[in-house]
């Protein structure tokens, strides 16, 4: 028996809403409540979060469908699955580049995901303990000026995110999701009730809704594309890693579906309770990362019991930041404990520690390292965001489309798909081998050329 088909396939998650539950988790996190509205209001609103949209519907659901495929055939870890699938569609073996670019990605991403997660953290306390005025940028600044209170911070994250990972993801992800998830949702509804009541609604839902394209360029659509694939976990292998352990039985189209409205749904209410507060408060829409933080810190001052549902935000931000992180990590850890290279504790540690040492350049891009760029006009995070979100990610997920759409055997993916509806198979397909890999290629193209 040659070394793929020893591998051992990971057994199957119980419960159908296990999968979505735990999809969703890696999907909903920072991307939607801290990234999807700097992003939207450093590109100037309603055009960035049309673009958005669209990006998430035409190239984000159908890469999305296509490595839950990849992942649920093969049952292992992306690296792994790559090889297996594309041995069993007889093309070659070099398709596995996903995988390993995926591991990257995710190495990339989980170094500044938990700098900023660490700012979450943080933010629980200082929701607790501040009233009375509105926060001010000023404040934002304190708290990010101090490298050792953010490399504090940074170390407890990394270290929950290695303890559960450790753990392994079936026991680990699961229950937490189950209940918080919807906590988190029904906090953020709560949010947007205050905005409407409180804050400049009406402008909001111009500067969201109202897209202005005079500003639009190649880097609002990089940037636009780069949040989608982030966003949605996509195109290095974290849902594909989760897809192994999805049950035969559950619908790939309609779960992708779900988690993709899900997440969307998340970062529209996170822009729509933060907006009326920004404007209401006269501070500027693009003011950057530290926006969210901010506005809500701001609303929180201002509402009664702000000091018990402040921290109790923060707390939940936390937790879908976790959520996303083992998810960020999970490819890495899985590859490594399956080809018995190390043990999956010390896998989860080990690369851990390199992602933690990574993370530190982050956390002093907001203060000692401000002015050093790494790339032109980046900083150290900004840098690593770039080469992640903009660059792997869709260049992960063009791959993923155009092995699936091109190249894999054609009964593996009807098998997959089983009883799908034909037609909905077939506008998929349409997508995944036309329109999806062409538009991550032209929007790159012209990010270079245009
Ligand atoms: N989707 C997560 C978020 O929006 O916060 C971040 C993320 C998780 C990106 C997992 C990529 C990934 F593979």
């Not at 990605?105 to 943080?122: E, M």
């Not at 949702?185 to 394209?213: C, H, Q, R, T, W």
């Not at 500027?284 to 009664?304: C, I, K, R, T, Y």
């Not at 930041?321 to 080809?339: D, K, N, Q, R, T």
Request: net charge neutral; aromatic share 14%; hydrophobic share 55%.
């Amino acid at each position: 028996m040659d070394k793929l088909s020893k591998l051992k396939s990971h057994g199957a998650w119980v419960g159908r809403w296990t999968f979505i539950l735990a999809a969703t988790g890696s999907a909903v996190g920072l991307g939607n409540i801290w990234g999807f509205p700097y992003k939207a209001g450093t590109n100037g609103g309603g055009a960035f979060v049309l673009i958005y949209l669209l990006c998430i519907l035409a190239i984000g659901i159908p890469i999305m469908i296509s490595e839950i495929i990849i992942g649920r055939r093969s049952g292992n870890s992306p690296i792994n699955a790559m090889r297996l699938v594309a041995r069993d569609s007889n093309s070659s073996s070099g398709w596995q580049i996903v995988g390993w670019s995926g591991i990257l990605a995710g190495i990339l991403i989980l170094s500044f995901y938990s700098v900023i997660a660490g700012i979450c953290f943080n933010y629980i306390f200082i929701a607790a303990s501040s009233t009375g005025s509105i926060s001010s940028p000023d404040q934002f600044a304190e708290v990010i000026s101090s490298p050792i209170n953010l490399i504090l911070w940074h170390t407890l994250f990394m270290i929950l995110t290695a303890l559960i990972v450790s753990a392994g993801v079936k026991n680990g992800i699961g229950r937490m999701v189950k209940i918080l998830m919807p906590l988190l949702g029904f906090i953020m509804i709560f949010m947007v009730f205050y905005s409407v009541l409180n804050g400049d609604f009406n402008k909001a839902m111009k500067f969201l809704f109202e897209p202005d394209f005079s500003n639009v360029t190649s880097d609002t659509f990089l940037q636009a594309m780069g949040q989608a694939f982030f966003s949605l976990s996509l195109g290095m292998g974290s849902i594909m890693a989760y897809g192994a352990y999805m049950p035969k039985d559950q619908k790939v189209v309609n779960t992708s579906f779900t988690v993709a409205s899900l997440d969307s749904l998340v970062a529209i209410l996170a822009g729509l309770a933060i907006f009326p507060i920004i404007f209401a408060f006269n501070l500027e829409p693009n003011s950057g990362p530290g926006l969210v933080f901010v506005s809500m810190l701001s609303a929180f001052n201002q509402m009664e019991f702000g000091f018990v549902i402040g921290p109790l935000f923060f707390i939940l931000l936390s937790i879908a930041a976790l959520s996303s992180s083992i998810s960020l990590l999970e490819p890495g850890v899985a590859f490594l404990a399956e080809e018995d290279i190390l043990s999956r504790k010390r896998a989860a540690e080990i690369l851990s520690f390199f992602i933690w040492i990574l993370g530190l350049g982050s956390a002093l891009s907001f203060n000692l390292w401000a002015d050093f760029n790494l790339m032109p006009g980046r900083n150290f995070l900004d840098s690593m965001d770039f080469l992640a979100n903009q660059i792997l990610l869709p260049f992960g997920g063009m791959l993923i489309a155009i092995f699936v759409g091109w190249f894999m055997n054609k009964n593996l993916i009807s098998d997959e798909l089983g009883n799908a509806n034909p037609l909905l198979i077939r506008i998929w397909r349409f997508f995944v081998k036309f329109i999806a890999p062409l538009s991550v290629a032209l929007i790159f193209y012209n990010a270079i050329f245009g």
